[in-house]
């Protein structure tokens, strides 16, 4: 019987391992540096009061002034008072290619290879889907994700996971776009490192270009194909990094 | 002509009622919520918009059949500020609000004219539906989005839309049941040739079917048929 239960459980243990307390401030910190990151809110801008903000996420008073402390202790926002006063989006707000490097120092090889594996599963098994059921609006969708129309750091970190987001989306997998989601949340902001060198810009245009190919010609396998090495470029580039 | 027309079976008659009837809905309160904001002149603060889309969402989602995701109202240019969008949109049982840090930003109208259920209906001035896809920017889940212009009275510009998303589970639930009926292998399809909801077990949602070999073909809705394929 015990032998039987620890046996069957192995899932079950996931189930009573401790919830993570990330606090409801940490979550709206989040949200706001993904607003940026994502373009939606932009460097120099003015950012709604406590009160507004509160209203606005749905949380109380108290917990928007944490989370604006927060982002203000870690020099994400400014603060003036004054008439004209209010909270602003910092100028140099992100990417900090500093913080990559050190979430890129705090990981093994083996976390590294590991996210590298699930990533490519995910998004080769979404460009597999998608070469069946692109459309020709889709296709074009796709294609304004091989080069951003910016050449800063921020905009092509955003068409490298914009580009496969989109292959999620094709594909039209709820669990998978959700899995996609969460491993792009994961690997947080290491895909910024890769594209401060301009060989690798260059060369992701290339095989980004291949996946949306082969796709276009609903090549299943050469649209699997191309997408396991664009993913495997990334974290090559991340792992070969590491070991300097 | 009358004379000829055979007789739509009772399944059909059923599916269509299912989708006329949200579409019905949108058209009522797309012509309720102009109303209400012909009442306000010039700019309307997006709290005046939060005051009168949500309890109209709450009501909506409380009804079971079908069963909603999500609803709500996202302004065109102009009514909150120039070049400005305005989202109040919930979803779920406990009316979560989505996407609210979009209405602080400088390129909301950007955000929502990538949308096809946004871009179309305001750009056309007519109702859409858009789907099925996966909808990253709310639910995070697989959906038919439809959408419904909504004008000021005496107006003929298009102040924003109202919109409700539907999981496509929900229809399936609702629908696979009476397509069985018609047949083994009949398609609820978008106007572009997706599919809905299916009997045949060798299509999936979001797969494309060439509409031209159909079979019989019956009009859903504004933008969807029941038709008898099976191949892309």
Redesign the interface.
Known sequence: MTQQASSASRGLAAVFAPLRSSGLAEQVVERIEQAVETGLLVSGQRLPSEVELAAALGVSPVTAREALSSLRARGLITTTRGRNGGSFVAEDFLPSIKGAHEQLRTLTRLQINDLGLHYSIVTVACAGIAARRADATELAILRTYLRPAQDTLLSWRLVDSEFLLELAAIARSARLGRELVRLQADLGTLTLLPYTDEAFREASVGMRTAVADAIEARDTALAETTTKELVHALIHWLLDEHSR | MAAEQIEVPAPVRQVQSLIAGIEGTLEKWAQDLGRDLSGMRGIVPGAAIDGLVQPAVKGLLAKDSPELAGAGFIANSGLVGPDRSYIAWWQGPQL??VD????????SME?YLKAEWFRIPVESGIPHATG???D?LCT???VVTFTHPVRREGSVEVAGIVGTDVAVRTLEQNLIRGLRQLGPAVSLVSA?G?VVVSSALSLE????IALDDAGLSYPVGRRFSIVSATED
């Open positions: 979560e609000r609210a840090l979009a209405n602080f930003s400088p390129s955000r099925p896809y996966i990253f995070d889940d697989y572009e997706r949602p979001g797969d494309l």
